[in-house]
């Protein structure tokens, strides 16, 4: 009769073994045996799970200063990420970083709408005179989405309180009509030095929208808003700045000179993290751009620099004074960089490398292309990723710039690379027409949110050519494709699904955050294993005649 060892000395003879199962990162990024990696080509695996999947903390640092509630980042693309992508994505826990495929003007618009989104004690809240009139009112709700003004007797901050006008005193009001005639002056106000929590219950009490903070003659010194308390409540992820409760905003600049004087009016609009757009990031004009802004704003402007996908390049900028740095070439859905210039690197090789090397400096490194799942996402972070950066993933989404159209029988939005002919031969941003104001040219009242009829479009070129430093070149080379992806709905749907995802496949692996993966992967404690093509084809859906494949409901 067979002889079995004791159950009971189980875990005492797994510790015999010399190494645990499977692989360890190190082993599995081995270049020398194994080439460059996918995503696709590995799995994680499994740990052992002792606590629920909700209390996963995916918290995670993008840059040296900012820590974001959830890994995600929206891509700055023209089909990705405009203002409304990047309110939302900012409200749920991740950040968009708008891109500059526009005008200076537009762009720094857009920073100006997500700041002004959500806020604590709004400093510097848009405030209007007694005799100013409707037509400002709404221009101001046109533009920045709200008309609850307080009214000074200067027209601007710390000018003494006269009232506040709201979208129901100017209804039925013919927009020549003055403020005096018709704003609220039965107000509930909070002297200055309340905290945020007393005035936040003084505003829950009071039945009004807005609470106007004044000194002890009266003057206006900030506001706080009923809408912000009710954003707090539903929003409880969202991604703000830990001194002003507003929201993070992100954007996207060339490293061109003009594209310091883009900056500096992106700074002024309230920006917090500028990412420096170019498709290799290992360059002269790259690294001046970085130590210009730190420079000057030291590290009041994040600076997330890229792309790169090797040490060295990740070397240069780190040593320029990048906060962050962006890891990806040629792997995104619609990048034909390594096809065309034969030059990149496998997306989860080149994520390993590189935040092997950044972490060491505590950098954090953001993973930029290849993204398709929630598996995508974890595998990146288990590579050292400090959040990921998606396009397509988010193309197809209610808050995408574009329209949606029918192709094929599908409901589809259009998504292009930007470096797609398509993008590069978009004319000049800085021959278009603003649809923003002038922070370089305003006048008194346009800082205090009414609109100039002045406008100035500094900078020119396109922010595609600029990307792959294609502006002289008589012959346009693509480097990217246009197509059009799935309807995937609102991203208020979409994200939560991709968070409770991330949260579960930690608790299969037996981690309870991101933090931990990365420090367990490091550690030797989780591990890995190859996939062959049979694997892959082996770990999908198989041996169907056909299949629905719902994500979430």
Request: net charge neutral; glycine share 10%.
């Amino acid at each position: 009769m067979e002889q079995f060892l004791d159950p009971k000395n189980a875990l005492a003879h797994l510790s015999t073994y010399e190494q645990g199962d499977g692989l360890s990162a190190a082993q599995l990024m081995s270049s020398m045996k194994h080439g460059g990696l996918t995503y696709n080509d590995f799995l994680l695996l499994p740990g052992h799970i002792d606590f629920p999947a909700s209390v996963v903390s995916t918290e995670s640092r993008i840059t040296r200063k900012v820590v974001l509630k959830t890994p995600f980042m929206s891509s700055p693309m023209d089909t990705v990420t405009e203002k409304e992508m990047a309110i939302n994505m900012a409200l749920l826990g991740g950040i968009g970083v708008i891109h500059h495929n526009q005008s200076a003007e537009d762009q720094a618009a857009m920073v100006r709408a997500v700041k002004r989104h959500e806020n604590g004690f709004i400093s510097d809240p848009v405030v209007l005179g007694p005799d100013d009139t409707v037509a400002d009112v709404l221009d101001i709700k046109a533009r920045l989405g709200f008309c609850g003004i307080p009214i000074t007797n200067t027209g601007s901050l710390g000018g003494r309180l006269l009232g506040i006008v709201t979208s129901r005193d100017i209804q039925f009001h013919d927009p020549s009509t003055v403020l005096k005639d018709i704003m609220t002056t039965d107000l509930v106000t909070a002297p200055s030095g309340v905290t945020l929590t007393e005035a936040n219950e003084l505003l829950r009490g009071c039945k009004k929208g807005k609470l106007p903070i004044i000194d002890s003659s009266g003057c206006l010194v900030s506001l706080l808003a009923r809408s912000d308390l009710l954003k707090n409540q539903n929003f409880p992820l969202s991604s703000k700045s830990p001194e002003s409760k507003q929201l993070y905003a992100a954007a996207a600049v060339g490293t061109r000179l003009s594209d310091r004087e883009r900056l500096t009016l992106l700074k002024e609009a309230g920006l917090d993290i500028v990412v420096l757009d170019s498709s290799q990031g290992n360059s002269i004009f790259q690294i001046e751009m970085i130590k210009w802004i730190k420079e000057k704003w030291g590290d009041d402007l994040q600076v997330i620099a890229g792309n790169v996908v090797t040490r060295e390049q990740a070397a240069m900028l780190i040593y320029a004074g990048a906060d962050g740095i962006r890891v990806g070439m040629g792997s995104g859905s619609i990048c034909i960089t390594q096809e065309v210039m034969a030059v990149g690197r496998p997306q989860a090789t080149a994520v390993y490398q590189v935040a092997e090397f950044a972490s060491q400096f505590g950098v954090p490194v953001i993973a930029d292309g290849g993204i398709g799942n929630v598996g995508h996402i974890v595998k990146a972070l288990s590579m050292g990723a400090s959040a990921v950066m998606m396009g397509g993933l988010l193309a197809g989404t209610e808050e995408a710039p574009g329209e949606y159209f029918y192709h094929e029988g599908k409901r589809v939005k259009a998504y292009r690379g930007m470096g797609s002919i398509e993008a590069m031969e978009q004319r000049s941003v800085g021959a278009k027409v603003s649809s923003g104001p002038s922070i370089k040219s305003r006048g008194k009242k346009e800082a205090n949110g009414v609109r100039t009829t002045t406008t100035h479009a500094s900078d020119t070129g396109n922010a595609a050519t600029a990307r792959y430093f294609s502006e002289t070149s008589t012959v346009k080379v693509a480097q990217g494709v246009s197509g059009d992806v799935q309807d995937k709905g609102s991203i208020h749907k979409f994200l939560p699904y991709l968070h409770t995802g991330l949260q579960h496949s930690l608790q299969d692996v037996g981690q309870r955050s991101v933090v931990a993966l990365q420090q367990a992967v490091r550690d030797g404690t989780v591990r890995f294993e190859l996939r062959t093509a049979s694997a892959q084809v082996e770990g999908g859906v198989h041996g169907l005649h056909s299949y629905t494949k719902r994500l979430f409901a």
